[in-house]
Nanobody
Framework: QVQLVESGGGSVQAGGSLRLSCAAS????????MGWFRQAPGKEREGVAA????????YYADSVKGRFTISQDNAKNTLYLQMNSLKPEDTAMYYC???????????????????????WGQGTQVTVSS
């Protein structure tokens, strides 16, 4: 079982940057898909970014491509989400997620859907003001 703890959320003005971190309780680098999801009030949870086991591939929602970068530090068992050029519509609770599955199963390019992740953190709030 993997426990995930997010940090790094906060309030920022539009155009600003934040970096979210997610510390995992177990070694996830080589066999887990890792991802970031978000949920705004009154909206469904949506996938933001994911990274394949071993870090070979990354996947992004169209709404964040070119602005957000997902990465991980193998030695620290930590996942990151660098968020630049933030917009008010990025305001949401952000969740870290993990699931043991092969790289090809982290994201479906044909349906543009992220996998169903089984492990979740408690979330960290990101608020972007205009």
């Amino acid at each position: 079982q993997v426990q995930l703890v997010e940090s790094g959320g906060g309030s920022v003005q539009a155009g600003g940057s934040l970096r979210l971190s997610c510390a995992a309780s177990a070694y996830t680098y080589s066999s887990y898909c890792m991802g970031w999801f978000r949920q705004a009030p009154g909206k469904e949870r949506e996938g933001v970014a994911a990274i394949a086991p071993g870090g070979g591939s990354t996947y992004y929602a169209d709404s964040v491509k070119g602005r957000f970068t997902i990465s991980q530090d193998n030695a620290k068992n930590t996942l990151y989400l660098q968020m630049n050029s933030l917009k008010p519509e990025d305001t949401a609770m952000y969740y870290c997620a993990a699931d043991p599955r092969p790289a090809y199963d982290c994201y479906s390019g044909s349906s543009r859907r992220f996998a169903d992740f089984g492990y979740w953190g408690q979330g960290t709030q990101v608020t972007v003001s205009s």
